[in-house]
């Protein structure tokens, strides 16, 4: 059995036990009901699981080396943009290489992102959920590359997930720090990073505008020279508009 499998029955498992355990109230295991932490663990086994899946899917040293490359790439992206609030040209590289190299080599490259650039940075519990975050990214990315899309479509997606981005990074904050978790204390916790969250979707936009249909056929040409063969293959550069 794939590793991953594991891991994504574990997944399964506590979501179950998420909506079950409040109808035992007596049930010990009632003490560790707390979301920030379920979200946590739920989180970190995602990025195991992918890891896995990537170890069994890589069929050569080349892929394992362009995708660290790629990651490596995007996190050094991030580091120069800390002084401006929002702006990470990394989820354009992260968008760009789940494009072309499929959702878990994207996954990947956006992990590797918040990992390696926390490294400089700082870690901290952020740390998953930014991985987890830019890796969907790059997952959702390898499947609109399938539709061989334009630049328009390339900039209004990069737009998407520079709040998209910020739902995931804001629940981890509203679920770990926030109390009462209610449906208002999370809209107050969304509005008080709207506009961190515009700044990240208007840098999303720019480069994917100016250099996403270009750094996608750079990165093609590796694709073909590599002849990488992971199952989200087929996939398509934009053409021009």
Known sequence: MR??????????????????????????????????LVAGVLAT?????????????????KEIALVSMLGTISAVLRIPFTAMPGVQPCTFLVICSGYVFGPVAGFMVGAMTALVSNFF????????????????AGVTAAYIGRFN????WLVIFGI?????YGVIMNAWFWATFVYPLTLRTFVVTETNSLWFDTFHAIGNAI?????GVKTIAILDRFRKRFNWGLASEPTGTPLPV
């Open 207 to 211: 480069f994917l505008g100016l250099f």
């Open 3 to 36: 590793k991953s499998y594991i891991c994504l029955g574990l997944i399964l498992a506590i979501c179950i036990a998420v909506f079950v355990l409040p109808a035992f109230p007596s049930c010990p295991l009632n003490a560790l009901m707390n979301w920030g």
């Open 149 to 152: 899309l334009g630049r328009i």
């Open 45 to 61: 086994l995602t990025i195991v699981a992918f890891y896995f899946e990537f170890e069994m899917v890589a069929l050569s040293s």
């Open 121 to 136: 940075l700082g870690h901290g519990p952020w740390t998953p959920y930014q991985m987890f975050a830019w890796g969907l």
């Open 160 to 164: 998407a997930w520079g709040y998209l």
